[in-house]
Each structure stands twice: as C-alpha cells, then as structure tokens.
C-alpha cells in the first residue's frame, strides 16, 4: 500500500494513499488529470468550509483557470485524529457551509 502523507496550509498532516487516489479517479475519470492540483488544493486552499453532512469533514477549495474554462478543485477531508482524504471533484461553484478559512 503506497501512503503519503501532505502537510496543509496549517501544518496539519492529512493522509492520502494511492488507493484513495484510484477509487477517487474510478469515480470521476476527469480527476486523473489533475492530481497535481488535487495536491495543491490541501497545500494551498483558497476556501476551507464545513461540511454540512458531518461537522468533522470540511472542504478545501482551489480555483484554477486552466481546468474546463475555470473550475475549483475541491477536496473533501476527514478531519478526525486521522486525519484523511475522503473524496475529490471538479465544481463549478462553492457549496453551502460555514466558512472555517478564506485566503486574504
């Protein structure tokens, strides 16, 4: 099992093995173009909100120009003691949440 851990904005470590990866890509086929970005969405969000499912899962956001005419890549984390990547997609809009961090 290949496990690489990212260190976010906030010096948290948060987990994302490459399984999480596949079952993302599996998903959302488009993903597996842009994991790079995946990637720079926990290192470097614009927008971090709370989930209005589950309060321990919050939602990085990153917009990026260059993705099918200006999309965000949003990456969907678990926010526990072990802290994991749950999921990942491509949106056209920042949905409902409270606002937990905005970039200045």
Do not use: A
């Amino acid at each position: 099992m290949l496990r690489e851990t990212i260190v976010d904005r906030f010096n948290r470590e948060i987990r994302f093995t490459r399984e999480r990866w596949d079952y993302i890509v599996s998903k959302r086929p488009i993903m597996s173009e842009y994991q790079k970005q995946f990637i720079d969405t926990i290192k470097e969000p614009e927008l971090i909100k709370t989930s209005v499912y589950d309060p321990e899962v919050v939602l990085y956001y990153k917009h990026f120009k260059n993705i099918l005419g200006g999309k965000y890549i949003v990456t969907v984390i678990k926010m526990n003691t072990d802290r994991f990547v749950l999921t990942g997609y491509i949106s056209d809009r920042i949905k409902e949440g409270d606002v937990i961090w905005r970039k200045d």
